[in-house]
């Protein structure tokens, strides 16, 4: 008797998929042992969920961090000075240097891109990181029940499943509450979230039916709040879930042809002529020096 296979699906493997199937094939099956390398919009954003998180989970967990924000949010102009997130170590040089730390443990080199240089990275996350958190207990009642960066690896239940497979559904919500999902995007692609298609966006899909195994109900919304980090703005981007028979078939047959789609792939990944090169794309990947399907002129 064969035995089911567990296979991992998250938002981020499908969308190494979609970029090159061989990038796939290398970071989650074979794990060759090379240098990597990341960005620093990539950093940048790591380290605004970071702040985020550390500023929320104290606030739910230290009364006298609580008492001193609800005296700056009762203030007309809610300003959340330097010291004060000095004092309680959430300022954006700390958790840079954290950040820089653990990539350095992981041996992946950090590149500051011109869009984004090392000279100004940290004036500009010492602009941002108030206004991130100003903006977050102005959007977000804080005063209620939710839980941050809270991982989830849920099985895929069967009705979604064509083949013998035991695939899990895996990924954090960045901030879950009772009913509602919200995603924070740190992007210099704001336009990707200009108009979300909700019937077929795999992230949002892939939270609302976690959501439904993990609490027994579907979500009743899902948001994202997006930070666009070249031009300095943040806008919101909110969905009703409808929630009726008809609504939810449609997200699940659109669900299921990703998973199909996810599925497929993997079982030819390791097929080379399955791969996507292409020379900005190959230039780029951490694999071009141990890839035979790379292309570079
Ligand atoms: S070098 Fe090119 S073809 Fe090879 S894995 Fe990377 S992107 Fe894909």
């Known amino acids: 008797m064969t035995q089911a296979r567990e296979i991992k699906l998250s938002q981020s ?26 960005w620093s ?27 001193e924000v609800d005296k700056i949010i009762s203030k007309s102009k809610i300003k959340f000075e330097q010291d004060f997130l000095k004092k309680h170590e959430l300022h954006f040089e700390k958790i840079f240097e954290e950040t820089l730390a653990r990539y350095k443990k992981e041996k992946i080199k950090v590149t500051f891109t011109r869009k984004f240089p090392t000279k100004t990275f940290l004036e500009f996350g ?3 990181g108030p206004e991130v958190l100003k903006f977050i207990v102005r959007y977000l009642n804080i005063n209620e029940q939710f839980e941050n960066e809270k ?11 064509s083949k ?12 879950k509450r009772e009913e509602d999902i919200v995603d924070f995007k740190t992007t210099s692609m704001p336009e990707k979230y200009y108009f979300v298609d909700w019937d077929r966006d795999i992230q949002s899909l892939l939270y609302y039916f976690s959501f439904k195994e993990e609490s027994g ?15 300095s ?24 042809q990703y998973i199909d789609y996810f599925l497929e792939k993997h079982d030819v990944s390791s097929d080379n002529s399955n791969w996507n090169p292409e020379v900005t794309r190959c230039k780029f990947c951490d694999y071009n020096k141990i890839c035979k399907a790379k292309i570079d002129k």
């Open 41 to 67: 919009t990539t950093i940048f954003g790591e380290i605004i969920h970071e702040q985020i998180d550390l500023f929320l989970k104290k606030y739910q967990i230290e009364a006298s961090f609580k008492k």
């Open 151 to 161: 991982e989830f690896s849920i099985q895929i239940p069967k009705e979604f499943l």
């Open 217 to 231: 109900r579907y979500p009743k919304s899902f948001t994202y709040v997006v930070f666009n980090i070249l031009d």
């Open 13 to 38: 493997r499908l969308g190494t998929m979609k970029d090159c199937l061989g990038k796939y094939y290398y970071q989650y099956i074979e794990k060759p042992n090379v240098k990597r390398n990341t």
């Open 126 to 128: 010492d602009k941002w």
């Open 233 to 256: 703005m943040f806008f919101v981007v909110k969905h009703d879930y409808a929630n009726t028979k008809e609504s939810i078939d449609i997200m699940k047959k659109n669900f299921k």
């Open 164 to 175: 013998k497979t035991t695939i899990k559904m895996s990924g954090i919500y960045d901030h």
